[in-house]
């Protein structure tokens, strides 16, 4: 049967089309063997799992003279993951053979783009200019019309695509598009084709969307008998149209040599079973594989400082453990027990301390709101403003603090020795409560860093507040009344020379590593893991997922998005770009 392509025509850029089941991708295999029977070099993207028939003869026996070896799936020669995108890519590159890349098994379409974002990426970087057959199987999956994120992966993967389709010529790319719904792929994209092999199309919609292509190439009334004909197309029947080579004909195609591992069996028929692939011998591209991995780790600078930050982060942890089993020795398991209720029991009455002291805090807030309301006058005549309030601050007797010693307790039948009055209630002589003075001090910790002032978030983590409490906010404005704080522009907080004269301040300017321990004071262990991470490629941002790899967390599990969550929020970390984490310059004076 004669070819409706010429051989020339092969190595234009194609556009396949039709429905499911047209026989579109049957006959663009049937393309891909006339090129492998060329020995011209082709890369099929398939996301569906179904161009493994390659390998095979019809007869689905028999090995088929074609060596190409497949990347991923469930006939695999060599594995595939989602973050192997860029390794593969680049061998795939080097290579002298074809390849099949077979995504059916990522899961996800997200898993699937992030693969050939990078794929396509390292393809592109590394190609040297020696033609190269592209098949992008289902392309509207990679180069869709519709966008519902500008900046996300997919935008960028659409970029790559237009990159591949426009300007790929001169690094020897000739991409052919497959899709059954060219409604649905970019028209950017799917105009830069030089030819289009269209069969069986039953939309309007789909029909139209090949028509501005169509008719800039032909007469209307052309245009129109072609688009009247597509809906009734047989199957394997095609309409081929490639204008430079002056070729526009209708006809079937010829069947295929391959084994026709895309063909779905009708109701009641027996699918036929292949039998499995006769191994390739593919040595030489694992050790390629291995060769581009190894290096690639070698050069990655992120990936060496995480993991010496990591392990430093180790050592610190074993030294610790072995200083605390020093300690421990020797001593008696009777011994160990009391420790351990001491211990509860002073906790448990300081907590209960703390949560009394930060009530009699709330009450006096509420107090100083009844006095000012109480000495506002009742008419205008004769105003006078109302003491301030640091006069009713230094005028007003305040409440006995709760100690430990003052809230009664159930007896205890276990013996336990006598807790230490809590001071964390104690106001000072100047009205300061420990929880204001922890602000002053915090602020005053912030300046020595050579800031003009300290941002309100940063002061709550280093006073153990949280920043949009209720008692936080007031405390501010309990220290500004007082004329201790003031606020040089939104959000910001600094000393006036009151507040600094009562502010405890560093001997030293505070390092960066000053700064780590002060936030692993407040932070848990799987926070600062992040931090540490991160602190240890700052300036460079680490992806999501591969953050999660460094620190031994699940970048899908709930724990760890709400960790950078809440260390987003305090300012330590942020998303410079999609899926992408940093340090701020907090972490570093």
């Known amino acids: 049967m004669k070819q409706p392509i010429p051989d020339a025509g092969l190595d234009d850029r ?7 089941g047209s026989g579109k991708t049957y006959n663009a295999m049937s393309r891909v063997e006339r090129l492998l029977k060329r020995r011209a070099r082709v890369v099929i993207v398939d996301p569906l799992g179904v161009w493994w028939g390659l390998r095979l003869l019809d007869d689905g026996k028999t090995a088929s003279p074609f060596d190409v070896a497949i990347f991923g799936g469930q006939r695999a020669d060599l594995p595939l993951t989602e973050h192997a995108g860029a390794l593969i ?9 074809s390849a099949i890349l077979d995504l059916s098994e990522l899961g996800t379409k997200a898993s699937e783009r992030r693969f050939m974002l990078a794929f396509l990426t390292a393809l592109y970087k590394n190609a040297n200019g020696e033609p190269v057959h592209v098949i992008f199987d289902e392309a509207d999956m990679w180069a869709p ?3 519902l994120d500008k900046e996300g992966e997919a935008a960028k993967l659409l970029g790559m695509m237009e990159t591949i389709v426009r300007r790929g010529r001169i690094k020897g790319f000739i991409p052919w598009l497959i899709t059954q719904r060219p409604a649905v792929l970019s028209k950017d994209v799917l105009s830069q084709v030089d030819g289009l092999v269209a069969f069986k199309l039953t939309s309007s919609q789909d029909r139209d969307a090949i028509g501005d292509w169509v008719q ?6 052309r245009w129109r008998e072609i688009w009247s004909d597509l809906p009734t197309m047989p199957v394997g029947h ?9 070729v526009l004909e209708s006809s079937p195609f010829p069947p295929k040599i391959t084994f026709d591992s895309s063909r779905t069996p009708k109701r009641g028929e027996r699918k036929l079973k292949a039998t499995a692939l006769e191994p390739l011998d593919v040595a030489g591209l694992k050790d390629k594989l291995a060769a581009v ?9 992120k990936a060496l400082k995480a993991q010496v930050a990591a392990k430093d982060k180790r050592i610190a942890e074993l030294e610790k453990d072995l200083e605390r089993a020093k300690t421990q020795r020797g001593v008696s398991a009777s011994e160990r027990q009391k420790m351990h209720r001491e211990s509860y029991d002073d906790g448990h009455e300081a907590g209960v301390t703390i949560t009394c002291n930060k009530a009699i805090e709330i009450l006096n807030g509420v107090v ?8 506002r006058p009742s008419k205008p005549d004769g105003y006078t403003a109302p003491p301030s309030s640091e006069f009713r601050e230094q005028h007003r007797a305040a409440p006995p603090a709760l100690t430990s010693k003052s809230i009664s307790h159930a007896p205890q039948q276990t013996a336990r020795r006598e807790a230490a009055p809590a001071r964390d209630g104690v106001a000072s002589a100047e009205g300061i409560t420990p929880a204001k003075q922890k602000i002053l001090d915090a602020i005053a910790w912030v300046l020595s860093l050579g800031q003009g002032a300290a941002d309100k978030t940063t002061v709550a983590i280093l006073a153990g507040a949280s920043a949009s409490s209720g008692a936080y906010k007031n405390n501010l404005g309990s220290l500004r009344s007082a004329g201790l704080i003031d606020y040089p522009k939104p959000g910001m907080l600094a000393l006036t020379d009151a507040g600094a004269g009562l502010a ?12 780590m321990a002060k936030l692993a004071e407040r932070f848990p262990p799987a926070q600062m893991r992040i931090l540490e991470a991160l602190a240890a490629i700052y300036p460079n941002a680490a992806g999501k997922e591969e953050l999660a790899d460094w620190i031994g967390a699940s970048s899908s599990s709930g724990a760890y998005k709400n960790n950078l969550g809440r260390l987003r929020s305090f300012g330590v970390i942020d998303y410079p770009a999609q899926g992408q984490v940093v340090a701020t310059e907090r972490l570093f004076p």
Do not use: C, S
């Open 14 to 20: 194609l556009g396949y089309v039709g429905t499911a």
């Open 89 to 97: 890519g680049e061998t795939v590159a080097g290579m002298k053979e």
């Open 145 to 147: 019309q519709r966008l």
């Open 216 to 221: 800039g190439q032909a007469d209307k009334a």
């Open 238 to 246: 095609g309409l081929v149209w490639i204008p430079g080579r002056g």
């Open 293 to 301: 991995e190894a290096q690639t780790k070698a050069n990655d600078p």
């Open 368 to 375: 100083a709101g009844i006095e000012i309301m109480r000495d």
């Open 504 to 515: 405890n301040h560093p001997d030293a300017a505070p390092t960066h590593q000053d700064v």
